[in-house]
């Protein structure tokens, strides 16, 4: 019996730990295809693991350690030509103040910090870094240094990118908005001219984040891909197959995967059909793909729909622990599920009626928006609120027309359950 990964987002300690391990590395082909791949999704659906697995694969570093971490995935079996031949620069944007009053100066320190550990990381000596802090000068003259003192190029990996603006949003949209349009503009202006300018250092970047709050016109934004869909979340068969691997006798895995359908399943990111979930994977058994498939006949349209990790792993650890499910079906390490209130409640600038919108949303009605590829922090409309709710997981895309109209909804009943606690004022 593997052990559960709830709460594991470093790919090498899952590994070595024996966890079961959902491989998604299927999909690190055609991201690395792609100029400056990013991926927005909601807390708990993966995207820190993912990280953390394609710094594994691409970092020199851990060449002699490939055999091992890949063994038995998608990737290992057929490793590509960038397996372990680039250095990797890895950011976590979610270190960066929300505070406006403190932002440009630790956005400054922060990357001076990061590039400093990179140096100390890649073992490089008689390396003097540049004096200053200024962001997309100091860039420059790194990089420029840098040149002659390693023999790999960068990959950057991006994590929690829009992490200060979410919450920067709250307390300051304007200057939010100043931010954005400078010091980030200045920052992805200085890695595009790194990767396509005179010192072509960084060969690609990757992203990962919540919301598009920080976008740049130089970004590919792959959320919205059918292709790509299941790159992060579980589908049914991925979680059957986990269920299996990590459930003790004493749990009865069928009834565990019925009610995690009832209770989780419902996220849907694609505007176009992914693949259908039960054609991906080996075959479950006829009797309990049947009984599944009841449970969503209800809607043939979310049949493919994925199931966000952590709410379900949260839900395994309780059954193999306890033998019966958890008292809070939301696991409470997802601070954007216990911030449903704060967050949605979000006062939006044009006087748009969220309240009634929102109540609209708990009620079970459906809405339909034109889910919106990027945001402006001066003003939301009622397709921005209610793509922002999207982005958040709050709700999922049901069906989207040929107009581009989709069609939402709250993804699941466990959520329904905690929206309505929350916005009813119950902790």
Not at 73 to 97: H, M, R
Not at 272 to 285: H, T
Not at 288 to 296: A, N, P, Q, V
Request: aromatic share 14%.
């Amino acid at each position: 019996m593997k052990k559960i990964p709830y709460g594991i987002t470093d790919f090498r300690e899952l590994r070595n730990g024996d966890y079961y391990y959902v491989d998604k590395t299927g999909f690190i082909e055609a991201l690395l295809n792609m100029d400056y791949p990013a991926i927005f999704r909601p807390e708990g659906m993966g995207k820190s693991l993912f990280a953390s697995t394609l710094k594994y694969y691409l970092d020199y570093k851990y060449e002699d350690e490939f055999n091992f971490l890949f063994e038995g995935t998608y990737i290992g079996e057929y490793p590509e030509v960038w397996q372990n031949s680039l250095a990797v620069l890895s950011l976590d944007f979610s270190e960066l103040t929300s505070d406006p009053k403190e932002f440009r100066e630790d956005f400054d320190a922060f990357i001076y910090r990061k590039f400093e550990e990179f140096i100390v990381e890649n073992d490089i000596e008689s390396f003097e870094m540049p004096g200053y802090y200024e962001c997309a000068g100091f860039m420059m003259d790194f990089f420029e240094e840098l040149r002659g003192n390693i023999d790999y190029n960068i990959f950057v990996i991006i994590e929690n990118v829009d992490s200060f603006a979410i919450e920067m949003y709250k307390k300051d949209p304007e200057a939010l908005a100043g931010f954005l349009n400078y010091d980030i503009v200045q920052f992805f202006d200085a890695l595009d001219y790194l990767a396509y300018g005179g010192i072509e250092a960084v060969v690609n970047i990757f992203v990962t984040g919540v919301t598009p709050l920080v976008m740049h016109q130089k970004l590919t934004d792959i959320s919205l891909e059918g292709e790509l869909h299941n790159m992060l979340g579980f589908t049914t068969i991925e979680l059957k197959l986990a269920a299996d691997a990590v459930a003790p006798e004493n749990v009865d895995v069928n009834q565990a995967m019925l009610d995690m359908v009832t209770l989780y399943k419902g996220h849907r990111f694609s505007l176009s059909d992914p693949q259908p979930d039960w054609d991906q994977r080996e075959e479950l058994d006829e009797e309990l793909e049947t009984e599944l498939r009841s449970l969503i006949e209800f809607s043939a349209e979310r049949e493919n729909h994925l199931f966000n990790p952590a709410m379900t792993l949260w839900y395994l650890k309780a059954l193999a622990e306890t033998g019966v499910p958890p008292k809070r079906l939301i696991d409470p390490r997802l601070r954007s599920y216990a911030k449903i209130k704060e967050v949605a409640l979000i006062k939006m600038r044009d006087k748009l009626d969220h309240k009634a919108l929102l109540s609209s949303v708990v009620q079970g009605y459906l809405e339909e928006a034109v889910v919106s590829e990027s945001f402006s922090s001066y003003t939301f409309t009622e397709d921005d609120f209610l793509s922002f709710m999207f982005y958040m997981g709050y709700l999922t895309i049901l069906r989207t027309d040929d107009d581009g109209v989709s069609t939402m909804m709250i993804p699941n009943s466990a959520l329904t359950g905690e929206f309505r606690s929350k916005l009813r004022g119950r902790k």
